[in-house]
T-cell receptor
Framework: GENVEQHPSTLSVQEGDSAVIKCTYSDSASNYFPWYKQELGKRPQLIIDIRSNVGEKKDQRIAVTLNKTAKHFSLHITETQPEDSAVYFCAVMEYGNKLVFGAGTILRVKS | DTEVTQTPKHLVMGMTNKKSLKCEQHMGHRAMYWYKQKAKKPPELMFVYSYEKLSINESVPSRFSPECPNSSLLNLHLHALQPEDSALYLC??????????????FGPGTRLTVL
C-alpha cells in the first residue's frame, strides 16, 4: 500500500513569513494529492488539492507543487497569519477512494 | 445543505454498552467513509461505502459494524468496545464513487470515550 512521509513534524514561523511543508509518497500510480487543515477540536478541512496532470496550483496565499518524477509534493503558505496556526495533513489517494494521510505538521505562527 | 453532519458530538460508553454513531449528508454524494483519529495522529480509514454498498473494510474488528441505510445516511454501530477504541470518529463523503478519484469532505466528528 501507499506510504506517505511528511516533514517537518512541527514548524514555527514569524507572522508574515512563508511556511513550506513537504510530503513524499511511494506509489507512482497515485494521482490525487489533497491538503487538509485541522484546528484543535475541529474537522479536517480541505484547503487545496492537486492532480497528477498539473505541476502547481495556487489559491490566494496557498500553493501546492507536485513533482511526479521524484514522488513528492509540497504546501506553500505565504504571508502567514496567526489564524494559519493548525495541524496540516497531506494525503494521497489510493485506488478505491482510500486516502492515506501523512503524520501531520503542527504549524505555529508567532505574532 | 453543503456539509456533512454527525451525531452525537460526544459519547461516553461502557465496555458492555451498545451505541451508534450517525452521519448524514444531503449533497448527493455517492461515497461515504468512516475514519478513526487518535490524539495527535492522522485520520485512519475504517470503511468505505460506494453506492450504499461496503467496498472497503480495513480489517476493522467486528465490534465496529457499519451500515448504510440509504445514500444520505451512514451509521456506525458499536458493541463491546475497549478503552483503546476511544478516539475521534470522523465521517466523510465524496460526490463520486466506485474507485473514481474525488475530494472527500469531513464531518465534525464524534468524540468517543470508552470507560
Amino acid at each position: 500500500g501507499e506510504n506517505v512521509e511528511q516533514h517537518p513534524s512541527t514548524l514555527s514561523v514569524q507572522e508574515g513569513d512563508s511556511a513550506v511543508i513537504k510530503c513524499t509518497y511511494s506509489d507512482s500510480a497515485s494521482n490525487y494529492f489533497p491538503w487538509y487543515k485541522q484546528e484543535l477540536g475541529k474537522r479536517p478541512q480541505l484547503i487545496i488539492d492537486i492532480r497528477s496532470n498539473v505541476g502547481e496550483k495556487k489559491d490566494q496565499r496557498i500553493a501546492v507543487t507536485l513533482n511526479k518524477t521524484a514522488k513528492h509534493f509540497s504546501l506553500h503558505i505565504t504571508e502567514t497569519q496567526p489564524e494559519d496556526s493548525a495541524v496540516y495533513f497531506c494525503a494521497v489517494m489510493e485506488y478505491g477512494n482510500k486516502l492515506v494521510f501523512g503524520a501531520g505538521t503542527i504549524l505555529r505562527v508567532k505574532s | 445543505d453543503t456539509e456533512v453532519t454527525q451525531t452525537p458530538k460526544h459519547l461516553v460508553m461502557g465496555m458492555t454498552n451498545k451505541k451508534s454513531l450517525k452521519c448524514e449528508q444531503h449533497m448527493g454524494h455517492r461515497a461515504m467513509y468512516w475514519y478513526k483519529q487518535k490524539a495527535k495522529k492522522p485520520p485512519e480509514l475504517m470503511f468505505v461505502y460506494s453506492y450504499e454498498k461496503l467496498s472497503i473494510n480495513e480489517s476493522v474488528p467486528s465490534r465496529f459494524s457499519p451500515e448504510c441505510p440509504n445514500s444520505s445516511l451512514l451509521n456506525l454501530h458499536l458493541h463491546a468496545l475497549q478503552p483503546e477504541d476511544s478516539a475521534l470518529y470522523l465521517c466523510a463523503s465524496s460526490l463520486l464513487a466506485g474507485g473514481v478519484t474525488d475530494t472527500q469532505y469531513f464531518g465534525p466528528g464524534t468524540r468517543l470515550t470508552v470507560l
